[in-house]
């Protein structure tokens, strides 16, 4: 058999175990069903859905330490890297509110939660259209929203610190390395923290209005601003980005004791957990903003309004598809750490 045909790149498909155990007999296989007419692109897609659920369940995995290990730290990672991956999405698919109603754009006065004493811009302020019924809905589907991402990122941050301390304590060969691969979250947030303290030491320190009520700054360091204000968010995509790629890579060659991987195994658990109710919270969200478009259209209300809402159906299918994937693997993560514990 050609071994650069569809039916032995789909054999590097399935796992290193696999292969060793049973590639011969499948390229055997292969071989007689193409000999007898069968198309090897139909061949070839059976087994590539066979790789995927090789590695997806595991059926026929030798009862060996280090593959069941390596597959519980990979189902950890896959539980919880979709969440870091989606959640600065759907929080730049959001944006920040603003409102408005047919008479003009609305401020309101106070601290409440929900905005209280609706004014419309003017001079004088006059009082504003009543807020849609649904208002309420969309209010605290947002609060929720964001008091889901908070405390994901504190349990995330307790599964980091685990993660460092289980391979700075671990065994392994090239600790050292895993262990400062693994530090990349923190190296990326100290240099964004950095860049954002030097922009804004180079803002102007007073500003001046000119005849033409021009607004101009004074002092401050004009070029460079604006030069970090190019550097600074480029920094931060891909510092995010290199620090889910790190952690990944060193949560998988790093190699962790089992009662660390109990740790983690409930990390990824209950980030799969919220994960879920983020998806929840947005669902209702999204759903509560078209309520509120009809009831606007019927009636002279204000409301509440975000800059990117039209991507709320996308974003809903993309946010539903990597909760699955990581309820998935938080449900594997376990599976695996148990078969751990009894062999």
Known sequence: M?????????????????RERYADEVRVVAADLTAEGRSAVVVTLNLLRGAVRARARAQGMPKVYDLW???????????????LLMAPLLLIAMGNQSLHS?????????????PRHLLIMGAPPTPAPPLTPVASVVGYAGLAIAVLVLVTIIVLASGWFGLTSAIRHS????RRRWWLLAWTPGIALLADLALIITQNRMRPTSFHTIGN????????????????????????ITGWLLAIACVAVAS???EIGLSDLRFGKSVSIV??????????????WGTALLVQARQAANGNFTTIVFPHQSLWPSM??????AVLFSAFSAREAKRSWQALVIW
């Open 252 to 254: 998988r060659r790093a």
């Open 102 to 114: 047919s008479k003009g754009q609305v401020f309101w006065s106070g601290f409440s939660f929900l």
């Open 271 to 284: 980030v799969a957990t919220l994960f879920a109710l983020l998806l929840v919270a947005y669902a209702t």
């Open 316 to 321: 809903l299918v993309l946010l539903s598809i």
């Open 69 to 83: 290990s390596t597959r519980t730290r990979v189902s950890i990672a896959a539980a919880t890297l979709p969440w």
């Open 213 to 236: 009520g021009h607004v101009v700054g004074l002092g401050g360091y004009p070029t460079g601003l604006h030069v970090l204000s190019v550097v600074v968010p480029s920094v931060e």
């Open 171 to 174: 065994t392994t060969h090239h």
């Open 2 to 18: 050609n071994r650069n045909g569809p039916v032995e790149l789909a054999l590097q498909c399935y796992p290193s175990w696999w």
